[in-house]
């Protein structure tokens, strides 16, 4: 079993709409959580830390499920931009963090 | 400008060749790491660094060799690198670890091994 799982998507939607989507994590002692963004295989970048009793950046919202062992993202208003490709982020100790494939989300006009 | 560099960018070589890809921090980090992407797999951690001269093995480090002589620079050496080394490598870098810090990656590297 992957360590991380995400939906690969892609998910198609369109400018201004809410898009949602989870990952999964199999390590219950996992620590740190994060979503990384990546552009058409250009290197990835933070795009938040996810806290425990969730957070949000201006359009960007992140959960964090222990119970369940997940974690959301959440866009609202879709712009164009926001088209890429999401990672999950887990971290189990200071030396290893494990990546999800990633899900990709494509904004069309 | 704070950056994580990598050479070359592409790289097209013949199975055997041994390689080496430089990979630079600016930024004073203690931690240094290599990945590799793969489609449908994500990236995976090949070596890291937790400071100069102390290394250790990721989840594939099967294949390739690295050095932490200074604090800046952390080679990936494939010294004899095969078909299925050909993959995406990035390098990154943070403050302390893995664990609360920013990772900052460099561009990539495309390797491609005939």
């Known amino acids: 079993r992957k360590e991380v799982e995400q939906d690969p998507g892609p998910f198609n939607v369109p400018e201004g709409a809410t898009v949602a989507f989870n990952c999964t994590y199999s390590?219950?002692?996992?620590?740190?959580f994060f979503w990384y963004r990546q552009d058409c295989r250009k290197e990835p970048k933070l795009l938040m830390s996810v806290y425990s009793s969730g957070n949000e950046d201006g359009r960007f919202t992140a959960q964090l499920n222990r119970a369940s062992q997940y974690i959301s993202l959440l866009i609202r208003d879709s712009k164009l931009s926001d088209s890429a490709t999401y990672l999950c982020v887990v971290n189990f100790n200071d030396y290893k963090l494990s990546f999800g494939a990633g899900t990709t989300v494509t904004v069309r006009a | 400008e704070a950056q994580v560099t990598q050479n070359p960018r592409y790289l097209i070589t013949v199975t055997g060749k041994k390689l080496t890809v430089t990979c630079s921090q600016n930024?004073?980090?203690?931690?240094m790491s290599w990945y590799r992407q793969d489609p449908g797999l994500g990236l995976r951690q090949i070596y890291y660094?937790?400071?100069?001269?102390?290394?250790d093995k990721g989840d594939v480090p099967e294949g390739y060799k690295v050095s932490r002589k200074e604090k800046r620079n952390f080679p990936l050496i494939l010294e004899s690198p095969s078909p299925n080394q050909t993959s995406l490598y990035f390098c990154a870098s943070s403050s302390h670890g893995a664990g609360m810090d920013t990772q900052y990656f460099g561009p990539g590297t495309r390797l491609t091994v005939l």
């Open positions: 660094s937790m400071n100069v001269e102390v290394t």
């Open positions: 390590n219950s002692a996992s620590q740190s």
């Open positions: 930024m004073n980090h203690e931690y």
